[in-house]
């Protein structure tokens, strides 16, 4: 059926959208073979894995991309992999509980981090923030054929690390390297415990053809996880001034709009994606070092369908990456009376490529 119905969106876990705002949301998704009410009415399990991969590189302050960070080789450059696992109880046509669970291997290079002589690299690896979600359909997907839309609600678990070290070669003393928490970007988690909010909906124009938007929204109340930005060495006067030497815990939100034709098994999708790391919560304080920001990217996909079996892959593209100004970033203008806003590294794609079937 046309229009394919976006059962499952945006897991929160331990991924990152394309750079070092470190968004912690899937970069793909978990669709159901058809609709919803094919499933049957009872008893029902799904499963979907999910491999998302990108390369963060692209420096940008506001919207302005900071060239010569790569001319001169002064860029950090991550490599970001997540594997998630979500497994999905459907009771009936209308109510779902998923379980996520994301394995994260991430990397970054940097000069600065590293004395600014030499390229060195910090890694983490392990399992990242598992999150559990109810969803329902509010209306009878029976009758509800051509139209209807899904909320969710969940709770984001603390149980990726996000206090992991690695060492830092030459910011010791004489050289030495020190061993501290890796940069934000590359955290397995964030170490808050988040409610989470779905919305998914689809319409169908016919057999064929349809359109499909979702939204996704991260709450952490949490403001700081009481780990130092400062990779093991002495925070700055500046950091401790502006409260960005402790690592802060962000909100943030993802939004798809998109269309879907259908030919046969093959399903085609081109839509536009928006994903963002805020930089002031809904509830609770926003201090703290975060790197906010939006990327907005066009995102084609393909699935291949057959009863039971699903495989696809959607690859979003960067079209406009903006670095947003931080709760630090306007102390210190307060602070100094110069207008301050910090940089972030951001990839020009990432690619999602899972599978998804019926148990």
């Not at 950090?76 to 509980?97: E, G, M």
């Not at 379980?99 to 981090?113: F, G, H, K």
């Not at 910090?122 to 509010?138: E, M, N, Q, R």
């Not at 051509?146 to 004489?174: C, E, H, M, R, W």
Request: aromatic fraction near 12%; proline fraction near 3%.
């Amino acid at each position: 059926m046309a229009g394919t119905a976006i059962a499952l969106f945006l897991n929160n876990t331990g991924a990152k959208a394309q750079g070092c705002v470190a968004i912690r949301g899937t970069g793909g998704l978990c669709t159901m073979a058809d609709h919803p009410d094919s499933l049957g009415s009872e008893g029902a399990w799904l499963f979907n894995s999910n491999s998302r991969y990108y390369r963060s590189y692209k420096h940008f302050v506001g919207r302005e991309e900071q060239k010569q960070r790569i001319e001169l080789g002064t860029n950090v450059i991550n490599h970001t992999y997540a594997q998630d696992l979500t497994l999905t109880r459907v009771f009936n046509n209308r109510w779902s509980v998923s379980l996520d669970v994301p394995v994260i291997s991430n990397s970054r290079s940097s000069l600065y981090e590293h004395g600014g002589k030499e390229r060195r690299t910090t890694h983490s690896f392990g399992v990242g923030d598992i999150t559990i979600k109810a969803f329902a359909w509010l209306l009878d997907p029976h009758k509800s054929t051509k139209a209807n839309i899904q909320v969710g609600l969940g709770l984001k678990l603390p149980t990726g690390s996000y206090t992991y070290t690695d060492y830092f070669y030459n910011t010791g003393a004489n050289g030495a390297r020190t061993l501290g928490p890796v940069d934000q970007s590359i955290q397995l988690g964030d170490g808050g415990t988040g409610i989470t909010a779905d919305v998914n909906a689809f319409y169908n124009f016919s057999h064929n053809f349809g359109l499909y938007g979702t939204f996704y929204y991260l709450m952490s109340p949490r403001e700081e996880n009481g780990v130092s930005s400062a990779r093991g060495s002495a925070p700055s006067a500046k950091a401790v001034a502006n409260g960005s030497d402790i690592m802060s815990v962000p909100d943030q939100l993802s939004a798809r709009i998109g269309a879907n034709y259908m030919a046969g098994k093959w399903n085609f999708s081109a839509g536009a994606r928006y994903e963002c790391l805020t930089a002031k919560d809904l509830v609770g304080g926003s201090n703290g070092f975060r790197r906010p920001g939006f990327i907005i990217s066009a995102e084609p996909g393909i699935t291949y369908r057959l009863h039971k079996f699903s495989v696809y892959t959607f690859v979003p593209v960067a079209l406009v990456r903006n670095r947003t100004q931080s709760v630090p970033d306007k102390i210190t203008t307060q602070l100094t009376g110069i207008y301050t806003q910090g940089d972030a590294a951001f990839a020009d794609y990432a690619v999602n490529i899972g599978f998804s079937f019926k148990l």
